[in-house]
């Protein structure tokens, strides 16, 4: 309660209790006559009662404060007017006590039980309270008259004396055997909850000043001690209701950074999964469409948006579609062209910067039928960049209006630059690809030129002199035939090996094993060098994982023979049912993998396109004059069926 309430309040209570003192007409000093009863018994009990009625506001206002404060106040004062001192004090205590020990516990069992309500059980356990201490200390009431009109010091402090004596012994003893708590902890609780040093001072100096002035005053004093005692008990429990009040906005604030603190880091946490989630769709995913899917799905996961689209432009830089979406109503968009002027993406195609747009239904740059379809109501878009060139755009839309800020947008910044990552590195790929199909045309360019053309040349001038000399030296042509006859075989031989290395027949026919042991025989009437071939397992593999191994050992071996100047090479071919092994291994001169690979370098990034496209992995293992060993592993599930 606030400090003016509780003003009010204690203004109000003086003034009813004022006019009930005013009430009782007390004499003037001398004598000890006692004072008479002019109220009957019930009136004086229905006055008590009305005035511990209107000291409960004060048990509110002080919010906490120990119960019997109305209900002491109430007895002491009535007690303390109209009894003697020792009486008093013990109908003060009697009733306090019967209102804790009994009273009390019967209120709490009754209102949890929930029969009837707080203030019914309350009011009359008081009134009950009040009344038997009042009717005790009138059975035993003294003649000499009450203590406003005495002068008897002894019986005053005697009365004090017990006052204090059970309140502050006997009453928290008897607490203790309730409870069953032990006797110290529970005392030394009691004192620190009981206000002593008011306690102390209005009893005393009520009692001095009865003694002293012998009038109406001293009974003010009396009366309105327990009042100033209450209200600096109130005083206190706003204190610490404020100091209260602090502490939970202390704990709040904390609660509050605590909290934004957490958000961060999950923030921070979806940011790293969905870097994490890119990275590995880049290094496992067979085309870059399956990674733009997966940029588009993360994009929105981070930012909490709907839906997303990725737009790329076409080599030259001259058009734009839609390569990737995600979101409810986004799939039949993919292929879509968007113009290349006038729009949001075509701005950040040429500004190079990320755009917002906070009311995309009313923007005229955003295609609005992407807009219905996805029920956009804020949208942020990120430039796809390489180091130097723009390459296309990842928005990505909300439902909710203000649903991003700058850190969705640099989150979607990110992720735009592994998109960039991602082109840029397919870009060379497909270079690469370009570039090994080349080498490829070249060398079987070289085979045919040294060995096919040369020998239809040959054949071409022994039959030219062949037809010269068939009239003239018969017998001679007939040489020149028989000899032109066997290097057109050598010719047709020639070209099926080159055949063979292309798309060799024994692949399909009879399979990865007989298909390398083939190449390997070839391999090693070409070139003179010894090789061992071990075979581990029969499995048929599908036609794409039997390709592309053998394609692998084929390039491998060609690049033993360009550079490795080795004297003995090593393969090994192990199927499993779950993935299919090749090793090539080489004692030649070797080279250092970490400083690039030597001229051949197009053709290793052909065995490594191979095998990522089938979810494999090619590892190359090699030293300046220690060989090279090259292992490839494919997952034998993929690439179809074995056919």
Not at 285 to 307: M, Q, Y
Not at 370 to 380: N, T
Not at 605 to 613: A, T
Request: charged share 20%.
């Amino acid at each position: 309660m606030k400090p003016s309430r509780a003003l009010w309040i204690s203004l109000l209570s003086l003034g009813l209790l004022t006019a009930a003192a005013a009430f009782l007409p007390l004499r003037a000093p001398g004598g000890g006559e006692p004072l008479p009863a002019l109220l009957p018994a019930a009136a004086q009990v229905a006055l008590i009662a009305l005035l511990v009625w209107l000291a409960q506001p004060w048990r509110v206002a002080i919010r906490g404060a120990r119960g019997d404060i109305s209900i002491s106040m109430a007895i002491d004062v009535a007690a303390m007017l109209l009894f003697h001192p020792l009486v008093a004090a013990l109908g003060s205590a009697l009733g306090t006590a019967l209102y804790h020990l009994v009273g009390g516990p019967f209120t709490r069992r009754v209102v949890r039980e929930q029969r009837v309500p707080r203030a019914v059980i309350r009011g009359m356990v008081t009134f009950s309270a009040v009344a038997l201490g009042s009717w005790a200390a009138r059975v035993i009431r003294p003649t000499h008259g009450p203590i406003v009109f005495t002068a008897d010091w002894l019986a005053l402090f005697l009365g004090i004396s017990i006052r204090l004596l059970i309140r502050i012994v006997f009453y928290p003893l008897g607490m203790a055997a309730l409870r069953q708590a032990p006797v110290w902890p529970h005392l030394r609780r009691e004192w620190e909850r009981l206000p002593l040093v008011p306690f102390l001072l209005v009893t005393t100096l009520g009692g001095t000043a009865a003694l002293v002035y012998q009038y109406q005053p001293a009974a003010l004093v009396l009366l309105f001690g327990p009042l100033a005692s209450t209200w600096f008990l109130s005083q206190e429990f706003h204190r610490m209701n404020q100091l209260l009040e602090t502490l939970e906005d202390k704990v709040a604030e904390r609660t509050a950074q605590l909290a934004e603190t957490v958000r961060a880091l999950e923030r921070r946490l979806a940011e790293s999964e969905a870097l994490h989630a890119v990275d590995e769709a880049i290094s496992t995913a067979i085309n870059p469409d399956e990674v733009l899917a997966v940029i588009a799905r993360e994009s929105v996961r981070v930012t909490g948006g709907s839906s997303a689209l990725i737009t790329l432009l076409t080599p030259d830089g001259s058009r734009q579609f839609v390569r990737a979406t995600y979101g409810e109503g986004m799939k039949g968009y993919v292929g879509l062209e968007l113009p290349m002027e006038g729009n949001l993406t075509s701005l950040v195609l040429q500004t190079g910067k990320p755009h917002v747009s906070r009311e995309p239904h009313r923007d005229p740059r955003l295609n609005q039928e992407l807009v219905r379809a996805g029920g956009w109501r804020d949208v942020i878009e990120a430039p796809i960049r390489t180091k130097d060139r723009t390459l296309g755009v990842l928005v990505v839309a909300s439902r909710q209006p203000g649903r991003f800020d700058d850190q969705h947008l640099r989150l979607l910044t990110l992720l735009a630059n592994q998109a960039g990552r991602l082109i840029e590195n397919s870009e060379l790929h497909a270079k690469a690809r370009e570039v090994a199909v080349l080498e490829e045309r070249n060398r079987l360019a070289r085979e045919l030129h040294d060995s096919v053309t040369q020998v239809l040349f040959g054949l071409t001038l022994n039959l030219e002199s062949a037809v010269g000399l068939l009239d003239r030296q018969p017998e001679k042509a007939r040489a020149l035939l028989t000899r032109s006859r066997e290097m057109a075989g050598e010719a047709l031989a020639e070209m099926r090996s080159l055949i063979f290395e292309l798309r060799p027949a024994a692949l399909q026919e009879k399979g990865l094993a007989m298909a390398l042991s083939n190449h390997i025989n070839l391999f090693r009437r070409r070139h003179g060098v010894e090789v061992t071939f071990t075979l581990n397992g029969d499995e048929r593999l599908s036609p794409d994982v039997e390709f592309a191994l053998y394609r692998v050992a084929q390039e491998a071996l060609n690049n033993v023979a360009k550079h490795a100047q080795a004297r003995h090479v090593r393969v090994k071919l192990d199927l499993r049912p779950e993935e299919a092994r090749l090793e090539v291994c080489d004692d030649g001169v070797g080279f250092d993998p970490t400083a690039g690979a030597p001229s051949g370098s197009f053709g290793m990034i052909g065995m490594k396109e191979r095998v990522s496209e089938l979810r494999g992995s090619l590892e190359v293992i090699s030293a300046p004059g220690q060989g090279t060993c090259i292992r490839a592993r494919i997952p034998a599930a993929s690439g179809g069926d074995p056919g």
